[in-house]
């Protein structure tokens, strides 16, 4: 069956780095657009970013513009998020999508 499993997130302070994974399996991971969503306490999900089947074309929310940079290596089947620079209104869960399907999500929580 389809899985979309997401790890990396955890507490950073402001500044600060994380890298997200997001590990498909159960469908032909390079046919299918792969996004990034947040959703933080009470607010609604949000795009983040989205990378196309082959990689060669990208898109970003303006809030994460120039410090955020999503990837994917199709071999591994697998979808990056690189989040610099981090503030804390990026607090919230993330969580991938793809071919129809989330993740569970992976809580960021960007603090001092």
């Known amino acids: 069956q389809v899985q979309l499993v997401e790890s990396g997130g955890g507490l950073v302070q402001p500044g600060g780095s994380l890298r997200l994974s997001c590990a498909a399996s159960g469908f032909t991971f390079n046919n299918y657009a792969m996004s990034w969503y947040r959703q933080a306490p009470g607010k609604e999900r949000r795009l983040v970013s989205t990378?196309?089947?082959?990689?060669?074309?990208?898109y970003y929310a303006d809030s994460v513009k120039g410090r955020f940079t999503i990837s994917r290596d199709n071999a591994k089947k697998t979808v990056y998020l690189q989040m610099n620079s981090l503030k804390s209104e990026d607090t919230a869960e993330y969580l991938c999508g793809g071919a129809g399907y989330w993740g569970q999500g992976t809580q960021v929580t960007v603090s001092s």
């Open positions: 990378i196309n089947g082959d990689g060669k074309n990208t």
